[in-house]
């Protein structure tokens, strides 16, 4: 295991440049306040004040809402100069439902994604340790609504001491997830320049096209990263243009998210916990416009799980380790068999561990000459 790099920490009273620290932005300028994080590395960026109410009844209705009347908030946010191409975040709405603490809509450079178990894994920790929700010892659990239905999610916490004073700290989180499904038989396509490719429809609060990288000669090495995007995208546009995905309650589920690669794990070269440094296979996601998944996708390996458990792979309470092309792991397992509609379904629970990497104040003059962004890939 690589050890990480120390970096030296200033005086609490310290102050470099103390009059910069003074700047204002005018009365006119948008301010919108955030907290990010990552998961495995992927960023979560989490809007906690600047943006308007949202309309709608349900998660649904209000991403919907979202999409038609604010979709200049995401785009500011997520693309640059403020964000990134493969920037992710989210919205935190009231809940749907009574016994939820609360809802949450997804951001990326496309649009806004009905599931994300990296976010969930995230919004458990920072839940806790703000006292937005409850807290109990040695594990908290609630309830969040979610474009794709209710999601539990759990925290290991541990009491601590702050500067402000006592104080609670999450270590890893979990969520079980809304039911998965493995849609239809194994599937092929014609990809132009990739051949024929085999692939596997699942559903784990989103839809993944599952594709066994060494079928079509991919490796899922990191430094072969731009090769995973262009297949990822070539694969999805293909399967877009004869596949019709019809989710079994809602039509605004109902299409393809990403393109998942598998394959053996490779070698872990991180600083992480030792929980991190071992896996059972790899697992690498392009979803959204291209943008590749830091993380092992906490949608995509519960998706992965419906599989592996149909296939008699994976058995209730055996625990899959997963990495992604960070060679950070989640744990997923399968708490129990379902039906979801006609479909025969499990219930997964995905673990893994998120890191709070900054509080944001982001700011528009109304001057400004980029106020939607823009994305280079």
Known sequence: MLNPPVFPRAPQSAELAPQLSQWAPTASTLCIQTLDCHTAGEPLRIVTAGVP???????????????????ALRQLLMFEPRGHADMYG?????????DSAFGVIFLHNEGYSTMCGHA?????????????VAVTLPVSSFCVDAPCGQVRLYAEVVATTTPHGSGYQVRDSWFDNVPSFVDGPLRETQVPGLGVVSYQLAYGGAYYAYVEAADIGLSLAATNHRAIIAAGQQIKLQINTELEISHPFAADLSFLYGVIFTGP?????????????????????VFADGELDRSPTGSGVSGLAAILHQRGQLQPAEILRVQSITGAVFQVSVLQSCSYGPHAAVIPR???????????????????????GFIFR
């Open 53 to 71: 109410q949202l309309r709608g009844a349900t998660v649904l209705a209000k991403r919907q809402y979202c999409l038609q009347h604010h979709d």
């Open 350 to 372: 995905v673990r893994g561990r998120a890191f709070v990497t900054g509080r944001h104040q982001f700011f528009l003059d109304p001057h400004d000459q980029f106020p939607q």
């Open 265 to 285: 794990a490779h070698t872990a070269q991180t600083s992480a916990h030792p929980a991190t440094t071992t896996a059972d296979l790899r697992n690498v996601c």
């Open 120 to 132: 969930m894994i995230a919004l458990a920790k920072v839940a806790v340790e703000s006292g937005a």
């Open 90 to 98: 989210c919205i935190i709405t009231p809940a749907e439902r009574p």
